[in-house]
């Protein structure tokens, strides 16, 4: 007994304070705590028989993480894919039905038929407020691009009369860096979280996996300033993917009817406060993102489909829809008043393809295995897209993970950026005639008076616009060779880019690469048959584009509807999807989806739709974790400080066994109760004395539980009396008194099943007597992973 | 003559029977019309002109036949006063195509063609003689020429965007390109004057162009310039440009300057760019090398999990421990 106390270590308690604990407590519970020290680790004797060799390990009562392996010194090694996090936890997606939910069923039935009616209120409201975001970003970053480009161009056109270019080329430079600078520093010293496109992010949350932060209101303000940033910088990135962040947080925040870094609380939709409403939400949210990027409604709902929900129920498809169609009509309704042409409600999402006129640009037979052939090659570049970049983010987690370290990369991104990008315009001969203003900032530089730099259409100007000219410019307007340079640069630049501290996504770049190499491939194919395939550029950069994008993120129905969609054109649906197809078939042979990629570097816990296909051997005995810390339907209070305070085992759900034990082994399963439940009952002091004497004045209710989520105070902050340690605490009103258990014989893929498709958190092992043998959580089935040498397994690391 | 009223004879002696006959009502009569239109048309086009040669016939029923032929009298002034003022605008625009100066060449023929189909259609709902003048120039065939005609002009002046450079009602240049063009006459003038200064010199530089004209080139320039950016202001449409006339005089006056008097040479500074373009690219490799060498590489501790160590697993547990 005095052994565990002085285990314990936590913050509010002194060492000789523990030490008078080992006087017997007077209120006749002596007994029952002094045997509750004992078996907090539930092995039971059967299957310890029958497992002789692993007896030592049960033999030490107190025994912790490192002291139960054989290798006992905790050792580092560097970052490397092969690892899962410790950061990261599951979202409680299962239902708890203690009594306090089903009371409250009773009590107030009548008020689960508004519920319907309040989903549909708040998908109205994502998509209104997603859309709102998405107008600002873009109003923003265009008056902002506008103000640099402006500044620039008019830099140059003086130097480039009276000599000195190389001020414009630095004041380019110095703007870019300048601007990154303020777009870095937020995203890595106020909320890291809230670098890159986020999609990775949101697949991760959607799959059940808690990022820490992201879906705050922090996390959104930062998000949005920054991809502001870091287009306006001048990178070479997009503000589409984080769209689909911001639209996520806009859902989880408005579902919840508050703000926790605000502290505001609008006393709202206060059912919705739980994990799996939370979900539901932010899927719509996800896609309302998409929608107000792309001007795809269709495809927003595919996307989510497809990359985000890993849960999905038909009804959730509609309100989805809902969401994005709204978030898609407030964007238009609001950029056509800012347009100056009010209540013309045309106006398509963020980026806007334009219209590609079909009797134009129809195709024919032939050019199928072309569109094929274009799949290939953008499947080919973009798993060297995925492989340059998987090196260089290795290098970053490696070498760059201080903060100011990664503000100065992307400063000196940025300034390269705009350094590449002015010797290629200087360097460029390809000169065209100026046609009205078709060109938003035409540079002169070295062509004729009345003359323009084509290679500066592609980089002088934010990489949106450049895709749009590359799609929609007549025949003529790019020669090939500033093509061909283009690409070759791009890609590059794009690949260094991605995976910077700033928040920015990789749709657009990777749809410019492809739209450079398209065109250079369709002008070519016209010069090579010397005219007998007439192929129109534009065309070709559209198949291009897509081909890119597939090959790198590897998505495949959201991206052919989100493309059709964003082109207004359904008669380019099939090649587009035969592109796709290719692209993602050439690229997966070499290696895997960007996405899917920066999660694995990250270390989550991601679960796949199925478990490796050559893990039938492996059984829930060998992939779960043993032993087990468990808690009685009665437990005394100090106990349960106690072990939700040690520092190793910060577990968070513990099977509740019986709390009588009539003989060797029938301390049977009874329920489970999370950590955090347990927080919110010693914060109210649920004890069995202080409800006996009456000291507590009401009965808890799962408002209490919900009022605390989504951040549980830690236990530190809970203090706990000398006295109150000594109570007891009854939890069989709480526990769910149904876990779903499966016998220790189960194969891994079954586990696996029962735990993705109910969205599990903890699956309990028992044994013939229904005693607890183990739990599954999520790292251990994430941890199996099909390699190159068969069935890997990957380590826990603490980072 | 002669085949040509035989040809007709047909038609006219239909109409001439059916006018003799004793019931002339005016279905059948219409008939007739249609029946002798058709019969000319499988061998020559029933003309006016022929129908106009027949009229000295006199005949019986001439007139009725005539009546649903041809046009009202003042139909027809209003057609004519059309085709004049159409021939005198096409006329215009042909000769004012190089170097385009439409807009201030053809707007009076323009204004003119304006209100001579005004003339045909306003009258629509005004009274009926009129409003049949509309129906009948307008609508009354699959071709409908005049409509064709005025789509076309209008077409035209828009796409060169005369309306830029005229004053508000088109009754004129509006300042601002009387002025351009005062300008680009200037420039045009100094040009020639210096060149025919230069032939003397037999030397085929133009130096003495570039160094003369520099300043009213340079006002013309700008000029320009202020003109496209106040048109920018004012609608903020994607695609805008100034008329063409003015477009056309500065790009002439472009290709002189830079292409053929090469005079504008930019001061090209390839060294200093070259300098700072290679400093700012060194930069990246001097940040990663020094990184990777003085940075301390994060290192993550492994945690053992708490598990069943198992040795008929196919998984290499053991392989963390070392």
């Known amino acids: 007994m005095s052994n565990v106390a002085t285990k314990v270590s936590w913050s509010g308690r002194e060492r000789e304070e523990a030490e008078g604990e080992t006087t017997p407590l007077l209120n006749g519970t002596g007994a029952a705590a002094a045997s509750a020290s004992k078996p907090r680790q539930l092995t039971p004797s059967s299957s310890a028989s029958r497992l002789g060799h692993l007896s030592d390990v049960y033999l030490d009562e107190d025994s912790e993480l490192e002291m139960d392996a054989p290798c006992s010194l905790p050792h580092e090694i560097p970052h490397s894919e092969k690892l899962l996090s410790l950061k990261y936890e599951s979202l409680d997606y299962d239902n708890c039905e203690n009594q306090l939910f089903l009371e409250e069923e009773r009590r107030n039935h009548t008020a689960f038929r508004t519920v319907e009616i309040r989903r549909w209120v708040i998908c109205a409201l994502i998509g209104i407020f997603t859309g709102l975001v998405a107008c600002f970003i873009d109003i923003l970053v265009e008056r902002l691009a506008g103000l640099k480009y402006k500044v620039v161009k008019g830099n140059i056109d003086k130097f480039t009369e009276t000599g000195g270019l190389s001020f414009s080329l630095l004041l380019w430079a110095a703007l870019n860096a300048a601007v990154v600078m303020v777009g870095s520093t937020i995203v890595a010293f106020v909320e890291p979280v809230a670098a890159g496109s986020g999609i990775p992010q949101i697949k991760c949350y959607l799959n059940g996996v808690k990022i820490p932060h992201v879906v705050r209101l922090k996390t959104l303000v930062v998000k949005v300033c920054g991809v502001i940033l870091s287009v306006v910088g001048g990178l070479a990135v997009g503000k589409e993917g984080p769209m689909i962040h911001s639209g996520a947080v806009i859902a989880a925040g408005i579902s919840q009817g508050r703000s926790t870094s605000l502290k505001r609380d609008f006393k709202i939709f206060e059912y919705f406060r739980r994990d799996t409403e939370k979900r539901d939400f932010v899927s719509a949210g996800a896609a309302a993102g998409v929608s107000a990027a792309f001007g795809a409604p269709v495809g927003g709902v595919l996307f989510s489909l497809e990359e985000g929900a890993s849960f999905w129920n038909q009804f959730l498809t509609w309100r989805i829809f809902f969401a994005s169609m709204i978030s898609t009509f407030t964007l238009n309704s609001i950029l056509s008043i800012y347009h100056g042409n009010p209540w013309d409600l045309s106006s398509p999402g963020l980026i806007n393809f334009g219209r590609f006129d079909t009797e134009k640009m129809g195709y024919t037979i032939q050019e199928i295995p072309i569109f094929i052939f274009m799949g290939v090659v953008g499947g080919i570049l973009g798993a060297t897209f995925n492989a340059l970049n998987y090196w260089l983010t290795m290098f970053r987690i490696r070498y760059i993970h201080r903060p100011c370290l990664q503000v100065l990369e992307a400063m000196l991104v940025g300034a390269v950026t705009a350094a590449v990008g002015f010797v290629m315009i200087y360097s460029s001969q390809d000169c065209q005639p100026l046609q009205g203003n078709r060109v938003t900032y035409p540079l002169q530089l070295f062509c004729a008076d009345g003359e323009y730099n084509s290679m500066a259409t592609a980089f002088f100007n934010t990489p949106e616009k450049s895709v749009v000219s590359l799609f929609h410019d007549p025949p003529g307007t790019y020669n090939p060779m500033t093509l061909g340079m283009f690409t070759l640069v791009y890609f590059f630049l794009a690949c260094w880019t991605y995976g910077l501290t700033v928040s920015a996504g990789v749709f657009i770049p990777s749809l410019l690469i492809g739209a450079a190499w398209g065109r250079l491939f369709g002008i070519s194919l016209s010069y090579i048959t010397s005219g007998w395939i007439w192929a129109d550029p534009g065309k070709y950069a559209l198949m291009g584009a897509a081909a890119q994008l597939g090959g790198i993120v590897r998505m495949t129905l959201s991206l052919t509807v989100i493309m059709m969609e964003a082109t207004g054109n359904v008669t380019y649906g099939f090649p587009i999807m035969l592109v796709l197809m290719t692209a993602k078939i050439v690229g997966d042979y070499f290696v895997e989806g960007l996405y899917d990629m920066h999660i694995q570097l990250q270390s989550v816990p991601f679960l796949h739709w199925e478990a490796p296909v050559t893990s039938h051997s492996l059984t829930a005995r060998e992939v779960m974790s043993t032993p087990v810390t468990c808690l009685r339907q009665v437990e005394k209070v100090g106990t349960v400080v106690d072990i939700l305070s040690s520092s190793s085992s910060n577990h968070n759900g513990f099977p509740v066994v019986e709390s009588v034990s009539n003989g060797s082994q029938s301390l049977g399963l009874r329920g489970l109760i999370l950590r955090s439940q347990l927080i919110v009952l010693l914060k109210h002091k649920v004890f069995v004395e202080r409800t006996s004497l009456s000291l507590v004045h009401r009965r808890l209710k799962l408002k209490d539980f919900r009022d605390a989520y989504p951040r549980f105070p830690p236990i530190q902050s809970i203090h706990v009396s000398q006295d109150e340690r000594e109570c007891m605490m009854d939890l069989t009103e709480f526990m769910n008194p149904s876990p779903y258990t499966v016998p220790q014989e189960a194969s891994l893929p079954r586990v696996f099943k029962l735990f993705r498709a109910l969205g599990l958190r903890h699956l309990v092992v028992v044994d013939n007597h229904n005693q607890v043998v183990g739990l599954v959580t999520r790292k251990d089935l994430a941890r199996y992973r099909l390699g190159k040498e068969g069935l890997e397994e990957l380590s826990l690391a603490q980072t | ?322």
Request: net charge neutral; proline share 3%.
């Open chain 2, 1 to 322: 003559m002669g085949p040509a009223t035989v040809l007709l004879l047909p038609g006219v002696l239909l109409g001439l029977c059916f006018g003799d006959s004793l019931f002339p009502s005016r279905h059948f009569v219409f008939q007739s019309g249609q029946e002798g239109r058709a019969l000319g048309g499988w061998r020559l086009p029933l003309s006016l002109e022929l129908l106009e040669e027949a009229e000295d016939l006199s005949l019986l029923g001439s007139e009725s036949l005539r009546d649903l032929l041809e046009l009202e009298p003042e139909c027809r002034e209003l057609l004519a006063a059309f085709t004049n003022s159409s021939v005198k605008l096409t006329g215009c625009l042909v000769r004012s195509a190089r170097p385009v100066r439409l807009c201030q060449n053809c707007y009076r023929q323009f204004r003119e063609i304006n209100d001579q189909l005004e003339n045909i259609t306003r009258a629509v709902g005004n009274t009926s003689e009129s409003s049949k003048c509309a129906k009948s120039l307008l609508m009354s065939d699959r071709l409908q020429i005049v409509v064709i005609l005025s789509k076309f002009f209008n077409d035209t002046w828009e796409k060169a965007n005369c309306a830029n450079c005229l004053k508000n009602n088109s009754e004129g240049l509006s300042n601002s390109t009387v002025m351009f063009l005062a300008l680009f006459n200037a420039s045009l003038t100094c040009f020639e004057h210096n060149l025919q200064e230069q032939e003397g010199s037999l030397v085929n530089n133009y130096t003495q162009v570039c160094k003369n004209c520099s300043v009213t080139y340079k006002n013309l320039n700008a000029l320009y310039k202020r003109m496209q950016e106040s048109k920018q202001q004012h609608d903020a449409e994607e695609q805008s440009h100034l008329c063409i006339d003015v477009e056309d005089a500065m790009n002439i006056t472009r290709r002189l300057w830079s292409r053929t008097f090469n005079c504008s040479v930019p001061f090209s500074d390839t060294v200093s760019v070259a300098a700072v373009s290679s400093f700012i690219l060194f930069l990246p490799v001097i940040f990663y090398l020094s990184s990777f060498l003085h940075s301390k590489q994060k290192k993550r501790i492994l945690i053992l999990p708490k598990r069943i160590q198992s040795t008929t697993s196919l998984v290499n547990i053991q392989e963390k421990c070392h």
